[in-house]
């Protein structure tokens, strides 16, 4: 019929738009390492901040004792305590608890905020063991991994420049959320030092180098996406301070706000951006992350169930609601593997409230999903690219066989199969084949917690 054309034709228009060849890849790679150039030039010199972290040693695996960490994403927050045992031992225990954060929170007052993650670290440390206590006289220390972009002061100092993902909390916004921290567990009752302020993508690099010497970079894939990798200090123009002994520099690109005439942006990626909490930012990442991919399919979705009535003559009420159709719905629905995609229908009955709909529309669907999660996916790898490039790393000069390691962390990289497996794919043939042999991508597994803790401990007062 004329509405099913209609349909296809929205979806092949979709399609076109969102397409991601190799050659317009390489232009993102290009275009993400020139501006990785510019943000290190000076402040404010790109759309990529390029925020310099104040760690300039990764982790070496002589880190001793018992240490906490606390892990502030955008879905939950999670509280760890590890115990480290040096060379040998390594991590002899960790232990970790999951809250979700209180949705009337993610847009309260900072106090509130802060007060109840304080109260959840606080029940936490309650459980310590006796064997588990620090020592006499010893204050606990804490490494604070703080997933949104802050202006860091010191190594564990830093002021929060904007909330992304959804977050909302005003009066949080230019204040040290150190500070904002550290009042709380004092008004907690409880006695703890934030020895680290760090973003969990330098967690998750100091998380994966203690694993691996090889690692240089890392990614975050999960409600919003990052990356972090270890620079030459002498090729950071905008650092005035002292060259640290190390030589290199742990850089926090913020890499969502990443930004490109050669992205594939559609107009339900423009609509998306215009209603959200932070118009005109992030705009990478509403094209690749968790937040926003189950969005992308909706919108498309509903422009088909307006124009196509691809679900009937009228509109499926809950269709129209912004964010009711989250990734993991929809990438339960793009691994439906049923000859009839059983998953496909569950999912549209249960979340959208549609039923009776045709193998057809149900495989329609699905298409909508794969084409999101490719595009995310081949972005990512571009992404990955462009910093290997500004690395030097991206060929194999005169056969040097350096290998390099990217540590990848994140609830979408976790769980979502298909976009993973694209997301490597891409790279290795972005790469090719004799680069790729000496890049390996690995799942650094609470990498940011464990880095946080870690770095707690190369950080502490008592060394
Ligand atoms: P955060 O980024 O908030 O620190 P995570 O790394 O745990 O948290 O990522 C959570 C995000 O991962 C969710 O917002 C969701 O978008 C995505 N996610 C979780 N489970 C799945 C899944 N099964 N399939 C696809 N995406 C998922
Ligand atoms: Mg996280």
Redo the contacts with the bound molecule.
């Keep these: 019929s004329g509405k099913w054309a209609r349909a296809l034709s929205i979806l092949t228009e979709f399609e076109e738009k969102c397409g991601t060849p190799s050659s317009k890849l390489k232009q993102v790679a290009d275009a993400m390492t020139v501006e990785m150039h510019a943000g290190l030039a000076s402040e404010g010199g790109s759309k990529l901040k390029m925020i310099i972290s104040y760690v300039d040693n990764l982790p070496t695996g002589d880190e001793k004792g018992l240490f906490y960490a606390l892990?502030?994403?955008?879905?939950?927050f999670r509280v760890l305590r590890v115990h480290l045992g040096g060379k040998e031992s390594r991590v002899v225990k960790q232990e970790f608890e999951e809250v979700s954060i209180p949705p009337h929170l993610m847009t309260g007052s900072s106090d509130e905020l802060f007060d109840c993650i304080a109260s959840a670290l606080a029940k936490f440390v309650a459980t310590e063991s006796d064997s588990q206590h620090v020592s006499p006289g010893r204050q606990r220390e804490l490494g604070f991994t703080f997933?949104f972009p802050v202006r860091q002061t010191s190594i564990s100092s830093g002021t929060l420049i904007k909330w992304t993902?959804g977050f909302a909390v005003e009066d949080t916004v230019g204040q040290d959320v150190v500070g904002e921290l550290t009042k709380a567990i004092e008004r907690a009752g409880l006695d703890m030092r934030v020895a680290a302020l760090v973003n969990?993508t330098v967690g998750t690099l100091a998380g994966g180098r203690y694993n691996n010497p090889d690692v240089a970079a890392a990614v975050?894939?999960?409600?919003?996406t990052n990356a972090a990798y270890v620079e030459r200090a002498h090729a950071i123009p905008k650092w005035h301070g002292l060259l640290p002994k190390s030589g290199e520099m742990v850089i926090n690109m913020e890499w969502g706000n990443f930004r490109s005439s050669h992205l594939p942006l559609t107009e339900y990626d423009q609509a998306l951006d215009a209603g959200s909490l932070n118009p005109g930012e992030q705009i990478f990442e509403k094209m690749i992350?968790?937040?926003y991919?189950?969005e992308i399919v909706r919108r498309v979705l509903c422009k088909m169930a307006e124009e196509a009535a691809i679900f009937g003559d009228a509109v499926p009420p809950k269709l129209k609601i912004p964010f009711i159709l989250?990734?993991?719905h929809?990438?339960?629905m793009h691994h439906d593997t049923s000859p009839d995609l059983k998953v496909v229908a569950t999912k549209l009955k249960d979340i959208l409230e549609i039923s009776n709909t045709s193998l057809k529309l149900r495989k329609l669907i699905v298409e909508v999903c794969d084409i999101v999660a490719t595009r995310g996916a081949r972005l990512s790898a571009a992404g990955i690219v462009g910093i290997l490039k500004k690395l030097g790393r991206d060929t194999v000069k005169d056969g040097e066989k350096q290998k390099s390691a990217v540590a990848l962390?994140?609830?979408?990289?976790?769980?979502?199969t298909k976009?993973r497996t694209c997301m490597e794919n891409t790279l290795w043939e972005l790469l090719g084949e004799e680069a790729s042999e000496n890049i390996a991508v690995e799942h650094s597994m609470d990498g940011?917690g464990i880095g946080a803790a870690l770095l707690a401990a190369s950080h502490s007062q008592y060394i």
């Excluded at 975050?220 to 919003?224: A, P, Y």
């Design positions: 892990d502030l994403g955008g879905t939950n997933s993902k969990d975050i894939l999960g409600t919003g992350s968790g937040m991919l189950g989250r990734t993991p929809t990438s339960a962390d994140g609830g979408l990289y976790e769980h979502y976009f940011s």
